[in-house]
């Protein structure tokens, strides 16, 4: 590839990453450097207006917790109403390039801590809880699953949140559906040793079958979409290398495009 074209993409991460205060690494590989940009981009959650869908389940647990903060969640429900930035309520992680979420990558679903308050006021973040708030994020609609504890290692192979989303808005999961059983029908146990190891699987939760509910992950852990991210600049860089020699600038804005950055 182009050395030019590798150093301005370079170039345009690294400035993307300074002025969004998101922790990277520039790899040898600007392959690499370009699928953890687009990991992070998954993970990011856009700001714009969204449909509110809370759960039969999520009721239920604000009613028998008494520790979850009901001020933060009512403002998680208003800000990701109204399209405003709800990722202030995300992990520190999630800023960070490099960080696989495997939870996400596998079956699509945020998990936000439920806090408005923060250290100092000069902090992007949130103060982090002990309950998490759990959440499948659409263009324009926001699934508020259920709430859960942090420090339960079972809960992030938990099948609830799918069988929740099955039982409370099945079509909007629907076309994930396998059409047929499948096997081995691994347990929670399983999924979480399995998702750890980057090996690549479909559940069944009771009556239905479910295939890459979040795009799915590889087994370096990058989340699969973004690889395909990659590989659709790579195909436009191919298309257009032309543009860098006669139009240096016009080729970086439409690259900009690309990569969403626009």
Do not use: C
Request: aromatic share 12%.
């Amino acid at each position: 590839m182009n050395k030019e074209v590798e150093n301005l993409i370079n170039e345009i991460l690294s400035d993307f990453y300074l002025k969004t205060d998101v922790k990277y690494k520039i790899h040898n590989s600007v392959n690499l450097s370009l699928v953890r940009y687009f990991n992070f981009r998954l993970k990011y959650i856009a700001i714009v207006p969204r449909k509110i869908m809370i759960s039969k389940e999520l009721l239920k647990s604000i009613e028998n917790n008494n520790s979850v903060n009901i001020l933060s969640l009512i403002q998680i429900f208003n800000k990701a109403s109204k399209g405003l930035d709800v990722n202030p309520f995300q992990s520190k992680q999630s800023f960070n390039s490099n960080v696989h979420d495997s939870l996400f990558n596998d079956w699509g679903i945020h998990h936000l801590h439920i806090s408005h308050e923060k250290a100092t006021d000069q902090d992007f973040f949130n103060r982090r809880t002990g309950p998490l708030l759990f959440v499948r994020f659409t263009n324009d609609t926001a699934y508020f699953i259920d709430i859960k504890p942090h420090n339960d290692k079972n809960v992030w192979s938990n099948r609830d949140f799918i069988r929740i989303l099955k039982n409370n808005w099945p079509e909007s999961i629907e076309r994930f559906e396998a059409g047929f059983r499948i096997y081995p029908d691994l347990d929670d146990s399983d999924i979480g040793i399995l998702r750890n190891k980057g090996y690549l699987f479909g559940i069944n939760v009771d009556d239905k079958s479910y295939l890459l509910l979040g795009h799915g992950q590889a087994t370096s852990g990058d989340n699969m979409m973004a690889s395909r991210l990659a590989n659709n600049v790579w195909r436009w860089v191919g298309e257009h290398i032309d543009l860098i020699q006669n139009n240096k600038s016009l080729f970086k804005k439409k690259l900009i495009e690309q990569l969403y950055m626009n």
